[in-house]
Nanobody
Framework: VQLQASGGGLVQAGGSLRLSCAAS????????MAWFRQVSGEEREFVTS????????YYADPVKGRFIISRDNAKNTVDLQMNSLKPEDTAVYYC???????????????????WGHGTLVTVSS
């Protein structure tokens, strides 16, 4: 599976951005999908995930209520709608995919087998 993230850019605090992750090589309809982010010099951290079976979603506390993950199986994409952005949301955002992920590990980078190149999101104050 090849993943390509896009949609990053510069936005003012309080604004919105929509990231998109396009997949090729395999359908996303039977893959768990996630977004992570990373600030230079820090660990890559979980943002949100979407399970293919049952459609359950998970969010990290800092983004809960502001970010929304959605998938379009027909287009083989997964999007991340980011609202009410804060300067602390500034990071490189990565999409990831995995299969047979155990529920207790959905927030772990180790659970995901496929990663796209990141897209930079910069939120100015």
């Amino acid at each position: 599976v090849q993943l390509q993230a896009s949609g990053g850019g510069l936005v003012q605090a309080g604004g919105s951005l929509r990231l998109s992750c396009a997949a090729s090589g395999r359908t996303l309809s039977r893959l768990d999908m996630a977004w992570f982010r990373q600030v230079s010099g820090e660990e890559r951290e979980f943002v949100t995930s979407s399970r293919w079976s049952g459609g359950r979603t998970y969010y990290a506390d800092p983004v809960k209520g502001r970010f929304i993950i959605s998938r379009d199986n027909a287009k083989n994409t997964v999007d991340l709608q980011m609202n009410s952005l804060k300067p602390e949301d500034t990071a490189v955002y990565y999409c990831a995919a995995g299969s047979t992920i155990i529920t207790s590990t959905v927030r772990s980078t180790d659970a995901y087998h496929y990663w796209g190149h990141g897209t930079l999101v910069t939120v100015s104050s």
